[in-house]
């Protein structure tokens, strides 16, 4: 990969409301990336709950487009609200079903990053508990510059949840620039993979 390589994002937002922040995070983050780089949104609606006798059966529908948009992307985009000082349980959920992916391309060294929006932390303890799920994922997690919005006084977003402050927008157009560099530098993410399921087996001493 070297720096006019087009790159495929996948954004994923942990809340499910219409007018959530996190999902007009990233919809600005569409309008604010640079110019290689392309983010297409996957909607965690109407994925089931992680069920070992539903994946036994085989994957049902929507799963199968998590996994496989995971798959086709160079990197993941996190936005994840702050519910408890935890990440969402819908995002968790989808993080799970993802991770069962084994194959070529699934999260195990997958370029990803986190942003979010929410209360006065900003979304901070929920990206550091995210950060933890991930890096059991293999995901290779770009944390810094970092963008953890205080959605309220002032109203950084407008009422239908879309991204109004200047200030944000610099923020997040900065850490999509970093995020590009990220990917291009993790030039093999597949070579990661292979390294990281061996070591796998040796560690469990399978
Ligand atoms: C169940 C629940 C728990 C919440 N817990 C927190 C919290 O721990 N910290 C926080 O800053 N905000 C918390 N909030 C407020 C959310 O950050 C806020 O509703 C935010 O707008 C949600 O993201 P969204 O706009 O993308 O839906 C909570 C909201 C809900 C519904």
């Keep these: 990969m070297n720096n006019d390589t087009h790159l495929r994002v996948l954004g994923i937002s942990g809340s499910l409301r219409k007018s959530s922040f996190n999902s007009g995070l990233l ?6 990336a640079p110019e290689r780089m392309e983010i297409t949104i996957f909607d965690i609606k109407t994925l089931p709950f992680y ?60 370029p990803a990053t986190i942003i979010g929006a929410g209360g006065r932390a900003g979304t901070a303890r929920a990206q550091m508990q995210l950060l933890e799920t991930l890096g059991e994922t293999g995901s290779v997690v770009m944390v810094k510059p970092g963008v953890m919005v205080q959605a309220f006084s002032p109203m950084r977003f407008d009422a239908d949840g879309s991204l109004i402050d200047e200030d944000t927008k610099d923020l997040l157009r900065r850490h999509l620039d970093e995020f590009a560099k990220w990917i291009t530098r993790l030039v093999q993410p597949g070579d990661f993979a292979r390294y990281a399921c061996e070591m796998d087996v040796e560690t469990s001493g399978v």
């Design 27 to 32: 919809r600005a983050a569409q309008e604010l």
């Design 51 to 110: 069920d070992g006798d539903v994946e036994a059966q085989g994957d049902p529908g929507s799963v199968a487009a998590l996994k496989s948009a995971v798959r086709d992307s160079d990197g993941v985009l996190f936005a994840t609200p702050e519910y408890n000082w935890g990440t969402s349980g819908a995002l968790k959920n989808a993080i799970d079903w993802a991770s069962r992916d084994q194959g070529q391309g699934s999260l195990m060294g997958k």
